[in-house]
């Protein structure tokens, strides 16, 4: 297979969180090139952008910062600046008002563009429907479906030209962190909190409990920050 073929390329939404982390790392072992999608929405965590830069640097990977007017999302706590974010909630029962309004939509739409006119053949996205979201865009079938819209609607019209990937889908919290660490992931450089505190975790929101809990469980208290 030649180098430059689609098929050994890949890009990933990054957003500098733990996930997109791990999914980052996935794609430096498994492509021979690697390219990052990361947006800016104003979100109150933007402190993650920062991170992403660094990790991106790091890993010495191109990454393009793609701005999106927070004006699009409304009722979201993420960006809303009179609305809190849930504390020590982790309620499985209801979407969460940390839910973005057609976030993943947007971003897997930017990067199929994105994607398509680079001759990049594979997209990751680090959406995992087993631990908690309850985000209607996290779902294997939402994959699934935007799968078949790429499928239809881009150049070449067939199931070979971009693949979107959930290499964690269907893993734990701690099943991530335990991967993440084989592929040393420098977890404590990554950002998992929704409401942080002077660019501090707050350590009480559901993304910081969640990561909490995956590190306690793979038993790697002693490594990672909680």
């Known amino acids: 297979m030649p180098k430059d073929s689609a ?14 982390t791990v999914c980052l790392y996935l794609a430096k072992k498994d492509f021979l090139h ?8 104003n979100q109150k965590h933007k402190i993650e952008l920062s991170k992403a830069k660094r990790i991106a640097k790091k890993l010495e990977i191109s990454q393009t910062i793609i701005k999106i007017s927070s004006e699009i999302f409304l009722g979201s706590s993420l960006i809303d600046k009179d609305l ?6 982790l309620n499985k029962n209801k979407l969460p008002n ?22 990049i053949g594979n997209i990751l996205i680090g959406v995992n429907a087993l631990d908690f979201s309850g985000y209607p865009d996290c779902r294997p079938d939402f994959i699934q479906s935007f799968q078949n819209m790429v499928n239809l609607g881009i150049r070449g019209n067939d199931k070979s030209s971009i693949q979107i990937k959930t290499p964690l889908l269907s893993l734990t ?3 991530i962190v335990l991967l993440g660490d084989k592929l040393n992931v420098p977890i404590n450089l990554t950002h998992s909190c929704y409401d942080p ?21 793979a038993k790697l208290s002693n490594k990672y920050d909680i």
């Open 84 to 89: 809190k974010v849930p504390k020590k909630s």
């Open 197 to 217: 505190i002077k660019s501090k975790p707050c350590g009480e929101c559901d993304s910081c409990l969640l990561r909490k809990r995956g590190i306690l469980e």
């Open 7 to 20: 098929l050994n390329k890949a890009l990933v939404i990054f957003s500098g969180g733990l996930d997109s």
């Open 173 to 175: 919290k701690k099943d």
């Open 34 to 41: 690697v390219e990052a999608l990361s947006f800016d929405y």
């Open 98 to 119: 940390t839910y973005v309004p057609g976030r993943n939509i947007l971003f897997l739409s930017y990067a199929v563009s994105f994607a398509e006119s680079r001759n």
